[in-house]
């Protein structure tokens, strides 16, 4: 059977086995079609747009299959700029595969993954990056990534893009225009004017680039890997902030051996702690293994807590300060590092593992509850931090785990994303940008070196274009293939 864009097309908007299921159809034929299995006072062929109506679904192989609220969607008043009908059921699993089959019968095929909101895209109800923000909007599992994608949603990144282009294209235009005069030697495009144009197109565009860290961070949750030595307190400390047991604690060390996940919501912003195995030297095979898995969250990790103890060189805490055994990099109580640059240096003698500037990293002071004796009440008193990049706590007792948390919540400004801002959170988007960047520098650069019109143009193009695939302007059959089948069957 061949699938075409003519079809009539249905599938559930919601999942079967609640109290109520919504089935969607869309296409030419979705009217009269449900016109055969829907019985009321009144035919829909004769309903008003954007009307409801009620009555049974029924058709002669069935029999009545449930009572129904039928809503109307005229063309091109509807999701998508087709004529659409929304039939509202009981979330009975055997109801809505009753009604499917009889929409089936009736002449409506069912729809494939993402064609709903794939035929409002190519009805003009939304450009493609609107379109991809409706799967991000669906997917949305914190206040903050409902916020990016209600934003995009709603079209002012795409807005920002087009106005971009639009520019980009005017001044192309006079570019073109001198290969028609250039015998006569003329510029219909100003060159100051050109440069000022360029850059503030690359300021831009290099804006919406870097703020891709950010949505990324906010649309999958903020990754957050939770590493130490072995009996530090790894594991305690991601039940502490889940709340819940998800990783197993001993008095063994070398424990977990495998990475351990928690999802914590923290001021409208979803964070994924990632317990590690401990990072030390050993011969163990599946130790090995875990401390390889370390390195691997380390590398994705937005943010790291290195968990040492109270009675761990450097901590400022317990009979051991002042020594610099087992700490290569010489810091002490009296030499703690007072820059997150020092402190990541340290990080990378004591671990071997050195952190990229972008990544955000803490020091834990773990077990501060073990030394509520000592003399040095100054470093152990209650929770707090040390400094601006240290924090001490006892995971066990939950003492200063809201000073953590508060920290974690000050590490990543959402505000932007409340306020409306434009943050790219899709990795086509991003790459798009980049190579958008590519080539803006290649223009300037020939800007500078006096290339002709017809070089400059050709840059300007490739720029124009890279911002066209993010919005769907320059797109092909593959790539909204790979897009669409990404969605959910009744989007």
Same mark, same amino acid.
């Given at each position: 059977m061949t699938f075409g864009d003519n079809?009539?097309?249905?599938?559930?908007?919601?999942?079967?086995?609640?109290?109520?299921?919504?089935? +969607?159809?869309?296409?030419?034929?979705?009217? *009269?079609?449900?016109?055969?299995?829907?019985?009321?006072?009144?035919?829909?062929? @004769?309903?008003?747009? @954007?009307?409801?109506?009620?009555?049974?679904?029924?058709?002669?192989?069935?029999?009545?299959?449930?009572?129904?609220?039928?809503?109307?969607?005229?063309?091109?008043?509807?999701?998508?700029? %087709?004529?659409?009908?929304?039939?509202?059921?009981?979330?009975?699993?055997?109801?809505?595969?009753?009604?499917?089959?009889? #929409?089936?019968?009736?002449?409506?095929?069912?729809?494939?993954?993402?064609?709903?909101? +794939?035929?409002?895209?190519?009805?003009?109800?939304?450009?493609?990056?609107?379109?991809?923000?409706?799967?991000?909007?669906i997917a949305s599992s914190s206040r903050a990534a409902h916020a990016v994608a209600a934003t995009q949603m709603r079209g002012a990144y795409s807005h920002e893009l087009q106005e971009l282009r639009r520019q980009l294209l005017d001044i192309t235009s006079l570019l073109e225009l001198e290969l028609d005069f250039s015998e006569e030697d003329v510029e219909f495009a100003d060159r100051t004017q050109l440069d000022t144009l360029l850059r503030r197109t690359h300021d831009k565009v290099a804006a919406l680039a870097r703020s891709f860290a950010l949505g990324n961070a906010l649309k999958e949750g903020v990754a957050v890997a939770i590493v130490g030595s072995p009996n530090v307190g790894k594991s305690t400390l991601l039940n502490r902030l889940a709340g819940e047991e998800r990783a197993m604690v001993s008095d063994i060390a070398g424990t977990t051996r495998d990475t351990v996940e928690a999802r914590i919501n923290i001021d409208g912003v979803d964070y994924r702690f990632i317990d590690t195995a401990g990072v030390h030297q050993t011969d163990d095979k599946l130790e090995l293994m875990g401390i390889d898995r370390t390195r691997q969250a380390l590398e994705k990790a937005r943010m790291v807590l290195w968990i040492t103890t109270a009675d761990e060189p450097g901590s400022n805490v317990g009979s051991n300060v002042g020594s610099n055994v087992g700490n290569p990099s010489g810091h002490n109580a009296h030499n703690a590092p007072d820059t997150e640059a020092a402190l990541k240096a340290e990080f990378?003698?004591?671990?071997?593992?050195?952190?990229?500037?972008e990544q955000i990293l803490y020091r834990i002071i773990n077990k501060i509850d073990?030394?509520?004796?000592?003399? /040095?009440? *100054?470093?152990?008193?209650?929770?707090?931090? =040390?400094?601006?990049?240290?924090?001490?706590?006892?995971?066990?007792?939950?003492?200063?785990?809201?000073? #953590?948390?508060?920290?974690?919540?000050?590490?990543?400004?959402?505000?932007?994303?409340?306020?409306? =801002? @434009?943050?790219?959170? /899709?990795?086509?988007?991003?790459?798009?940008?980049? %190579?958008?960047?590519?080539?803006?520098?290649?223009? #300037?650069?020939?800007?500078?070196?006096? #290339?002709?019109? %017809?070089?400059? *143009?050709?840059?300007i193009r490739a720029a124009i274009n890279h911002l066209g695939e993010i919005t769907g302007e320059i797109t092909s059959d593959d790539i909204l293939q790979n897009i669409f089948s990404k969605f959910c069957i009744g989007k």
């Open positions: 079809d009539t097309i249905a599938a559930p908007a919601t999942a079967a086995g609640g109290a109520l299921c919504v089935v +969607r159809v869309s296409g030419p034929r979705a009217i *009269s079609i449900c016109d055969t299995i829907f019985r009321g006072r009144t035919t829909l062929a @004769a309903a008003k747009t @954007a009307s409801a109506h009620y009555g049974s679904i029924a058709d002669t192989t069935a029999g009545v299959i449930d009572e129904a609220i039928v809503t109307i969607f005229r063309a091109p008043h509807s999701y998508t700029g %087709e004529d659409s009908v929304e039939i509202s059921v009981h979330g009975s699993s055997y109801v809505v595969r009753a009604l499917m089959q009889a #929409l089936a019968r009736a002449g409506a095929r069912p729809a494939r993954a993402g064609e709903f909101t +794939r035929r409002a895209f190519l009805a003009g109800r939304m450009d493609l990056a609107q379109a991809e923000a409706v799967a991000d909007m990378a003698a004591a671990t071997g593992i050195e952190l990229a500037p073990l030394h509520s004796d000592t003399n /040095n009440s *100054s470093a152990v008193t209650a929770e707090g931090t =040390e400094d601006k990049y240290t924090i001490r706590l006892s995971a066990k007792t939950g003492e200063g785990i809201r000073t #953590l948390v508060a920290a974690l919540s000050r590490s990543v400004d959402a505000t932007a994303a409340y306020r409306g =801002e @434009a943050i790219v959170t /899709n990795q086509r988007h991003y790459h798009a940008l980049c %190579e958008a960047l590519t080539a803006l520098d290649a223009a #300037l650069d020939g800007l500078q070196h006096g #290339l002709t019109s %017809e070089l400059l *143009s050709e840059d």
